[in-house]
């Protein structure tokens, strides 16, 4: 199983009045670069976050969102803080007494002196949120590796296809190479011929040139190299996992050597093939870049 690095995933959670949407989105990148975006509240989560999403992708660029919902949420509680507002009363009350004042206090009066009354922040239930944003995480993350595969599977088929066009390429190059030999060897005695104007030829000579023209044309080593970079790249798609930086290493390879087989060639069809050959080769490593 191979997995594409484009994909997206979904996953909401409602529990009671809290609703956890989790949407995940990834494209190709060389590394894995985890970009996370949700409400400041559940920052505290984010290394958590991070550490979940290793289970399921190694590479690629992914783009995660969080939203919070939590109708019945009191972030905020209002404290009464008896022993102050008492406080305040016994010394009003001693002020009233000592200047011969009216007093006049009343509950409305008192409650507006500092700290009274005050605003005290609930403590947040981080397990009770972090079991439902897991939930939520984990969906998403099923779905995402799930459009991963599918679209895996497409191009493992599709690049499969192409290494099979390659090999005809390849099986032209090498049946016409050695023709193309023959094809000198004989040019180059009729030209002796007419130069020497009679049938007596230096056949050590003759072969020696026929010879020197093999090496300097020869692809064999090329043609192997490339036979077996081709089955390598088949049997690391039907092996799958996380294959794309070995699959573009030997990709790169293959280029390589086609690129030698085109220096060597003075031949149009093959030169013709090569080029068909090279078109392929950059299709094949233009969406192996996409494969984890």
């Not at 679209?151 to 050695?178: C, F, P, T, W």
């Not at 794309?244 to 030698?260: C, P, S, Y």
């Amino acid at each position: 199983m191979i997995k594409s690095m484009t994909g997206f995933g979904r996953g909401e959670i409602s529990e009671g009045q809290r609703k956890y949407t989790v949407e995940i989105k990834a494209v190709n990148h060389r590394y894995l670069d985890v970009s996370v975006k949700m409400p400041k509240k559940l920052n505290f989560f984010e290394a958590s976050i991070r550490g979940l999403l290793k289970d399921y992708v190694q590479r690629g660029k992914v783009d995660l969102y969080i939203t919070y919902e939590d109708l019945s949420e009191q972030t905020v509680s209002v404290k009464y803080n008896a022993d102050v507002a008492a406080s305040y009363l016994k010394y009003l009350r001693e002020m009233s007494e000592t200047f011969s004042l009216e007093d006049d206090v009343r509950v409305s009066t008192l409650s507006r002196y500092p700290e009274v009354f005050s605003m005290e922040e609930q403590e947040i239930d981080e397990a009770g949120i972090w079991k439902d944003l897991e939930r939520a995480l984990r969906m998403a993350a099923e779905a995402f590796v799930e459009s991963r595969v599918k679209e895996g599977e497409n191009l493992k088929r599709d690049l499969l296809d192409k290494l099979e066009g390659m090999l005809l390429h390849v099986a032209y190059i090498e049946d016409n190479s050695q023709k193309i030999i023959e094809e000198y060897k004989e040019k180059l005695q009729a030209k002796v011929r007419d130069l020497m104007e009679d049938s007596r030829i230096d056949e050590g000579r003759l072969l020696m040139e026929v010879t020197l023209f093999a090496d300097k044309i020869c692809v064999d080593e090329e043609i192997v190299r490339l036979k077996s970079h081709i089955e390598m790249v088949k049997n690391t798609l039907l092996a799958g996992g996380s294959i794309g930086r070995k699959l573009d290493f030997i990709v790169q390879e293959m280029n390589r050597e086609a690129n030698t087989i085109l220096s060597k060639t003075t031949d149009l069809e093959i030169s013709n093939r090569g080029i068909e050959l090279k078109t392929e080769i950059e299709k094949v490593r233009e969406q192996i870049q996409n494969i984890e």
